[in-house]
Antibody, heavy 121, light 106 residues
């Protein structure tokens, strides 16, 4: 069974940092680009970041550029999102998603259950 | 950034009826459009990609059509499990990949 399991979501203070993790199983992790997508309460999904299969290329939404860093460890089948300089508007459910499609024409074909990040003082 | 606009925001339908959800892109996304279903407390699930290709395990009652800037998702005969929120997402112009704001079937 293909699975993505996120962890690391907590209540953090504005300006703080945290790291999210996503462990993949049931497929060959390093065959796929991987993404982070977030969803604020009552809102539609918002794409956050993507990383290629080898970690060689990364892209970010303007809203997180310079503050968040996506990375992966293919030996551990794990995707990460380092989140720095947190803002109230970063409060959301963060999903890890596998990239379906080809060469950046990507949709999200498998999603995890998400991990909740709350930024509050 | 491409803006995706869905209509209507809410669609009131009955089981057995046909439902059609629309999605409009602010500029052409060719056929690089996906549809997702999200039920309360669950992650989105991929239904359709490349505008009209059903994802693995998706029933034939789900049909995606369109190209360029206008797209539709039709559910031919609503089942009780189809009452959910539906999102479209373009992946032609990136970053960012962008989603519509959602249509709730109730």
């Amino acid at each position: 069974e293909v699975r993505l399991v996120e962890s690391g979501g907590v209540v953090a203070q504005p300006g703080g940092s945290l790291r999210l993790s996503c462990v993949a199983s049931g497929f060959t992790f390093d065959d796929y680009a991987m993404q982070w997508v977030r969803q604020a309460p009552g809102k539609g999904p918002e794409w956050v970041s993507i990383i290629t299969w080898d970690g060689g290329s990364t892209y970010y939404a303007d809203s997180v550029k310079g503050r968040f860093t996506i990375s992966r460890d293919n030996s551990k089948n794990t995707l990460y999102l380092q989140m720095n300089s947190l803002r109230h508007e970063d409060t959301a459910l963060y999903y890890c998603a596998r990239a379906g499609g080809t060469y950046f024409f990507y949709y999200m074909d498998v999603w995890g259950r998400g991990t909740t990040v709350t930024v509050s003082s | 950034e491409i803006v995706m606009t869905q209509s209507p925001a809410t669609l009131s339908v009955s089981p057995g009826e046909r439902a059609t959800v629309s999605c409009r892109a602010s500029q052409s996304v060719r056929s690089y459009l996906a549809w997702y279903q999200q039920k309360p407390g669950q992650a989105p699930r991929l239904l359709i990609y490349d505008a009209s290709t059903r994802a693995t395990g998706i029933p034939a009652r789900f049909t995606g059509r369109g190209s360029g800037t206008q797209f539709t998702l039709t559910i031919s005969s609503l089942q009780s499990e189809d009452f959910a929120v539906y999102f479209c997402q373009q992946y032609n112009n990136w970053p960012p990949y962008t989603f519509g704001q959602g249509t709730k079937l109730e």
